[in-house]
């Protein structure tokens, strides 16, 4: 391996600079190339990239966003798409990919690898968590934080006003993020994908709370709950249901994924990507780094993929008994 391209695809989190960066500076130390694709696969397909050297990186470890910028190709889905992006990287001299995402990333990681015999390597990056293999990915953290800041200012003003919040964080289709900033926050109540508490008991639990004299509540919406249609329609059947609540929805929305990373974003982003570079020296391919009981691991793209990253829904339970 001489030369290595990385690239950031999917949604962007944060640590994602910080994860190039170590792409960049562990190429430079052991002395080989690294160059940066563009808008992710997009990139690799239009042969858009910069070369990289230690000096190239200077500075964005701090920095939100990816200045490699991310995409979501739908070209990348055709043979014709990723055998552009293979013609690409042979007339770049590129011999292995370090792919910085989420599992929409790893999918197309695996195929095209399969195909065009072209090493890859997956660094989980995306403010979801919802990748095995990992126990966090870059961006949660900061994430987390993001949200929880967000809360206790909600809080703030619905306490002002006796209120009752819904407020939605981003997840598509895991509960992560809400989970733990709900207990982090001490949300009076958490609604994740992963577990469908009913209707009847969340009126239950809200009515309890009214008449234990709490000043405001807050419910904290996974976006990919299913309990109602959509935050604003849950908000409206609970207070047909509960009219002597005024509530209010916020969607947290992009706000989360923005911002400086956390120190421990730009930890786990540095240890994942010197390993990465490190794998493919050692002539591993396809594989997922991971950070796993504080040791970086690696497993398979295939089991990255096909396992469920498993929620710990003991939180649940921790979150009844203390919002009491
Ligand atoms: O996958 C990360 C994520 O932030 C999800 O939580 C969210 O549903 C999605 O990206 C939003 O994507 P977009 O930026 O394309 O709206």
């Given at each position: 391996i001489k030369r290595i391209g990385v690239m950031t695809s999917g949604g962007d989190s944060p640590g994602m600079?910080?994860?190039?960066?170590?792409?960049?500076?562990s190429c430079a130390y052991y002395n080989i190339q690294c160059v940066g694709f563009y808008r992710g696969f997009q990139g690799m397909i239009e042969g858009d990239y910069v070369e990289m050297d230690a000096r190239s990186v200077r500075n964005i470890i701090s920095r939100g966003g990816t200045i490699l910028k991310s995409a979501r190709s739908k070209e990348f889905h055709t043979s014709e798409g990723r055998q552009k992006a293979a013609d690409n990287l042979k007339k770049a001299e590129v011999d292995a990919m370090i792919l910085i995402g989420g599992d929409g990333t790893f999918r197309g990681?695996?195929?095209?690898?399969?195909?065009?015999?072209?090493?890859?390597?997956?660094?989980?990056?995306?403010?979801?968590?919802?990748?095995?293999?990992?126990n966090y990915t870059i961006g949660y953290d900061t994430a987390l934080n993001t949200v929880v800041d967000?809360?206790?200012?909600?809080?703030?003003?619905?306490?002002?006003?006796?209120?009752?919040?819904?407020?939605?964080?981003?997840?598509?289709?895991?509960?992560?993020?809400?989970?733990?900033?709900?207990?982090?926050?001490?949300?009076?109540?958490?609604?994740?994908p992963e577990e469908d508490l009913g209707l009847d008991r969340l009126l239950a639990s809200l009515e309890r709370s009214r008449k234990s004299g709490k000043t405001s509540s807050i419910v904290v919406v996974s976006e990919g709950d299913k309990i109602?249609?959509?935050?604003?329609?849950?908000a409206e059947y609970v207070t047909k249901n509960l009219p002597d609540y005024d509530s209010k929805v916020t969607v947290l929305g992009h706000i989360?994924?923005?911002?400086?990373?956390?120190?421990?974003?730009?930890?786990?982003?540095?240890?994942?990507?010197?390993?990465?570079?490190?794998?493919?020296?050692?002539?591993?391919?396809?594989?997922?780094?991971g950070f796993v009981n504080n040791q970086i691991e690696s497993c398979t793209l295939e089991s990255a993929l096909k396992e469920k990253h498993a929620i710990n829904l003991d939180l649940l339970r921790i979150s009844d008994i203390l919002s009491t």
């Open positions: 600079n910080a994860a190039i960066r170590a792409v960049a500076r990681g695996q195929i095209f690898s399969k195909e065009h015999n072209i090493p890859v390597i997956g660094v989980p990056g995306t403010i979801d968590n919802d990748i095995y293999g990992t967000a809360i206790d200012k909600i809080r703030d003003t619905a306490s002002s006003h006796n209120r009752l919040f819904f407020v939605e964080v981003m997840g598509r289709d895991a509960g992560f993020i809400a989970l733990n900033s709900g207990v982090g926050a001490g949300a009076e109540e958490i609604l994740i109602g249609k959509n935050v604003f329609e849950l989360q994924r923005g911002g400086s990373p956390s120190c421990f974003d730009r930890v786990l982003a540095s240890r994942l990507c010197v390993k990465a570079v490190e794998l493919l020296l050692d002539g591993k391919k396809d594989l997922m780094v």
